[in-house]
């Protein structure tokens, strides 16, 4: 049975009514920021045939909707074998680019994509200039892709391409604070091997919780990412209290790490009401986590993730923002 998918525009839409109707919220649309950076972070394969997939779904099967894949490449179905390249079959590379099944492509896909980038970037553009926080109302959300692949809703991962970004021209460290109730493995992944950009991640504990495989906090980063990698697994029914004790205790490694900039990934989902997710947090706990990490001190570029109790996403974003101080 198809059921419609949680991530959908009215989440945008619903968050912008809510700020454009506060006064303290000022509103920049973001300019067409190329495909350069999005290069810097993710394989050219995913980025081609994210491009075109769809199109060449509909030239090989015929009219539809929305595509997802129905074989995933496993490294465990050529044990033995020699390793095989890209499919030619666009059936094939659904399944070599997409990890599951959740995440269709549709006509407008890939603009979307790209325009969740260019707010981003854009976003990470204004606290550079000077301002100290700045919100990107990113949809579709981006921290479960990974360098090459998509999935979780994710295409291109935006928080990681800002970090990236403002890491190599500022040469400076960056952490990638997420609290989104899901483990952004995709952000991991990207940086797992780096040590100037730190993710520090609290989530459901991943043996309940998507994305199951990755999250754990014996993940502490390969190589010079070695130590720069930080898992806060948490258990269900989490609540205000107890989630901004794990927050506080998080922000320790964030200020031993010393960066000089902070990529909020901003998911909503840990709201007691979420259709999704098993935590309990407030509009009050949302509102006391932004007055929390404004007391880094620390510019900040807070980029929307999750969040699907669509009716009170909007004042729940406004209030981890007016927490903030934004």
């Given amino acids: 049975m198809i059921v419609p998918a949680f991530e959908h525009i009215g989440r945008a839409e619903a968050i912008r009514e809510t700020l454009q109707s506060d006064s303290r919220f000022e509103f920049v649309l973001p300019p067409d920021w190329g495909i350069a950076p999005i290069e810097a972070v993710h394989d050219g394969g995913l980025i081609r045939f994210l491009s075109t997939g769809w199109a060449e779904y509909q030239q090989a099967v015929g009219p539809t909707a929305d595509v997802a894949p129905d074989v995933f490449y496993r490294p465990a179905l050529r044990k033995g074998m020699s390793e095989r390249s890209e ?28 325009s969740a980038v260019d707010t981003a970037l854009t976003a990470s553009r204004v606290v550079l200039d000077g301002d100290r926080a700045a919100y990107g109302l990113c949809r ?33 460290k ?17 940086f797992y091997d780096r040590d100037d950009v730190q993710y520090v991640s609290l989530h459901g504990d991943p043996t309940r919780a998507y994305p199951y495989n990755t999250g754990y906090a014996d993940e502490t980063g390969t190589g010079r990412g070695s130590g720069a990698n930080l898992n806060v697994p948490l258990a269900a029914g989490t609540d205000d209290d107890a989630f901004i004790v794990a927050l506080h205790n998080a922000m320790e490694s964030v200020q031993s790490f010393g960066p000089s900039t902070l990529i909020v990934s901003l998911g909503l989902d840990t709201y007691f009401n979420d259709p999704i997710s098993d935590l309990a947090l407030t509009a009050d706990g949302f509102e006391r986590c932004g007055a929390a990490i404004a007391g880094l001190g620390l510019p900040t570029v807070v980029l929307q993730e999750g969040g699907y109790d669509v009716d009170a996403l909007g004042d729940n974003v406004r209030r981890w923002l007016v927490g903030l101080g934004a």
């Fill in 174 to 190: 960056v952490t990638v604070l997420d609290v989104d109730y899901h483990h952004g493995n995709g952000t991991q992944e990207i």
């Fill in 87 to 114: 499919p030619q079959s666009v059936h094939g590379r659904l399944g070599w680019y997409c990890f599951e099944t959740t995440t269709p492509l549709t006509a407008g896909t890939f603009g979307a994509a790209r």
């Fill in 140 to 172: 579709p959300p981006g921290h479960h892709a990974t360098t090459g692949l998509y999935g979780g809703y994710c295409f291109f991962n935006n928080a990681a391409i800002a970090a990236h970004h403002v890491a190599s021209t500022t040469g400076t």
